[in-house]
């Protein structure tokens, strides 16, 4: 009656329950994190359930951890639903009765022997008896035996049908394995050995059904369940009831009831995948143009075999690398991925390790390099490694922890710090390298936060900036494993630490990320602070220019990455203006981002671009999935936030700028495949100037020349620039033709206009907008009045479409005299004013103009006449 349950067919099971503090901060669930539930027995019923041992109360309840050895006793205590003879049981022998009784409560005799052991509790009335039962297991002693030849951490298939298993667990009493295979029961023929130096378990597990998964744990001094550290698989009880089965299909279910935590994954006579592409030559570092992309932000279905749909447009963007965020095991399904906790595990969020392969083979075919975020500076509370040892006291690491430290070393880690000078930690990560590069055939790694890979204690950022040779020493270590698994795989650092110690490692071959937002979006927004970007070519910066890197062009630059603001946000929300020119109008601050990429792409040395900033991608990465950006700007709560993909601008206003932008970044990057030597050696010659809003590049290679010209100005500007030679120079972008009659030009520039100029013709480069539809005035009327035009004239137009609207005023042969952005508008009637102070028609001379209203590609020409 309390719940109000009419329906007689219908019965209450169970009551869920919920503790939550005040302010939702605080919640106590099970020792799992699963929901807790209340048994609940019809009215009536004859029923008797142990309470002491305890039991968590889970949906199916299971008793806590019972650590009892031989000759240790038990106390049980036991209730029935009515008045009952009771009686207690321990393997069999009663020990405790109690007639016509609710209650009944007494201590066994001794545990005897080793194996499993069982308590029940019985209620009798008439011919009536019920039961309630626990097992628990007794540990015999670990038996010691020498760790078999040639087996290594984790799981070790030896035939289509055993597996041996090892864990480095020094310290440890004992381990058992539980799964699948013994009904996850402890037992004694599941006890695993321990090797005689006392330092790791193993055990070996025959007659298992080749090509079968097979869920299973560590049962770690009878207290402790967890998953090997190595498997490339596990079972999330809380998330993989998430992933759809189109990203995952037919997965291998949770064992819910028998256990709890995450579960490994084993599985013999697995089919290998077949790899298909040949004669694949790894791109060169020193070419490598890189997109970076989020696999749960980049493709609506989220998935890897999605992912591979795109290749084409990939491709022809013109790029040689795919940086994909970090996809091996992370905490919960919607991450960035940056939370890890298993090392060696894909993410399933993604799909199969097939699908990811059948990803990786698919670039290779085309010669595109995959490259994984690998995340090291820092591991979860759920990874095994922190959990095997773990002071639950202060919530951290214990002291003795092989892996981690009790606290970081420096001031931006997360989670639980790894030791890098750990020999564990070493093998552990080299293992991973390893792994990687040879299961999917990787073509290296970017490093997150590689920075904190030291045991230096900095209390500060500056302090953890200066030059520290442990540091040093760490990283030359790893790129030493990662070039003798795979040479010329590549090692990219997230350092952003000082010139000196990056200098360095760029010597020893390892590649730096070079950040250069703030000085390209300075540019991009028309602003005259922070705008130099000489630090786009790496021997501009300091130490990088003794000459021991000129031909190691190790630097990644980058004017957007997952972790910086999206330039064209900014663009578009804090732009510059002058007069008519707004940069916070979205198609003038398209144009400013082809000025951008020029300027980017063109200066020699590796490049990254961040996903669909090709397009100008213009959400803010503080941006909530409400769509709303929280104040102040810069808070950043909802950072991590998905964020909706950018396929569907192509369908809405400034689609064809966008499309043009896109076809901007693929035309210079093939030129940049075109001539590698141009743009990975140090070609930057006199003329070029980064320091103004008015930029200049000059490149001058024997095979080819480069002039790049480009206005970050809001307003016109002019500048004496120098070309290499003198000559017809031709504009790569445009088709049009310079002639350069001395050591120096003077070029105008109107704001956001620019040019990438070459000494001679190449292929490939014309960039045009998308194909004007000229309407007839049926589909797309315009009216002048009066028409002659004297002073000024209205203009209606009808327009068949909504979209950005531009009106220009052209003379009979086609030179444009002046253009108006309008804006958005929305289909349908509009009018505008033609009159001197838009178009300054009064010092027209006389005589026939063409007037052009364009909306998107359509177009629509009215013919007028200017009388005095």
Known sequence: SFFNI??????????????????????????????????????GQLAVRIDTPLRDSRFVPQPETITKVIGNNIFVKAVASQSADLNLKFNGTSFQTATGATAISGTSGNIIASGNQQIIAEATVGANTVR?????????????????????????????????????????????????????????????????????????????????????????????????????????????????????????????????????VLKTGATAYNWTASGYSRPDKKNLVIYELLVRDFVAAQNYQTLTDTLNYLQNLGVNAIELMPFNEFEGNNSWGYNPDYFFALDKAYGTKDKLKLFVDECHKRGIAVIMDAVFNHATGLSPLAQLYWDAANNRPAANNPWLNITATHPYSVFNDFNHESDITKYHVSRFIRYWLTEYKLDGFR????????????????????????????????????????????????HLGNDDEEAELARRGMMLWGKMTDQYNQNTMGYTSNIDISRAYWTNRSFWNDGTLNDKPNLVVYAESQDEERTMYKNVTFGNSSGGYNVKDTATALQREEAKAAILLMVPGPKMIWQFEEIGYDKSIFMCENGTVPTPYGTDNCKVNPKPAGWGYFNFANANARKKL???????????????????????????????????IVLDSSSLKVVVVANFDVVQQSVSVTFPQTGTWYSYLTGSTLNVAGATQNITLQPGEYYVYLNKVVAGGIVTAVKDVILSNKDFKITVYPNPVQRHSTVDYELPESGKVTISVRNITGQNLGVVNKGFQLKGMQRFILNSSNF?????????????????????IEKFVVQQ
């Open 447 to 494: 490093w997150d936060l590689s920075k904190g890979f030291t045991q230096k204690v900095s209390a500060d950022v500056g302090t953890w900036n200066a030059y520290d040779a442990t540091r040093i020493n760490i990283w030359q270590r790893y790129y030493d494993s990662i070039q003798s698994v795979s040479p010329g795989a590549y090692c990219i650092l997230e």
């Open 662 to 696: 896109y076809n901007v970044y693929g035309a210079l990057n093939r030129l940049r495949t075109q001539f590698p030597g141009v743009f990975n050696s140090r070609t930057i010659a006199t003329g070029t100037s980064f320091g103004s809003l008015y930029k200049t």
């Open 840 to 860: 300054g028609s009064s010092m027209l001379s006389p005589g026939s103009y063409l007037l052009e209203v364009r909306v998107n590609n359509k177009v629509r």
């Open 6 to 43: 009419t329906n007689t067919a219908e019965h209450i099971q169970k009551i869920a329950i919920l503790f939550r503090s005040g302010n939702g901060s605080k919640v106590q669930r099970n020792a799992d994190a699963s929901d807790m539930y209340i048994p609940v027995y019809t009215s």
């Open 132 to 264: 309630d039962t626990i097992n628990f297991f007794v540990a015999p002693p670990a038996n010691q035996a020498p760790l078999p030849a040639n087996v290594k951490d984790g799981i070790n298939y030896i035939t289509s049908d055993s597996v041996v298993l090892v864990l480095f667990a020094p310290g440890k009493s004992r381990v058992s394995v539980i799964g699948d295979f013994n009904n996850w029961t402890e037992q004694s023929n599941y006890q695993m050995n321990i090797d005689t130096n006392g330092r790791r378990y193993w055990l070996g597990i025959g007659k298992l059904t080749s090509g079968q998964e097979y869920g299973f744990q560590y049962y770690v001094n009878g207290t402790l369940k967890i998953a090997d550290p190595y498997c490339e698989k596990i079972l999330d009880p809380n998330n993989d009831q998430y992933i759809s089965s189109a990203t995952y299909p037919n997965p291998t279910t949770y064992p819910t009831g028998k256990t709890s935590g995450i579960v490994g």
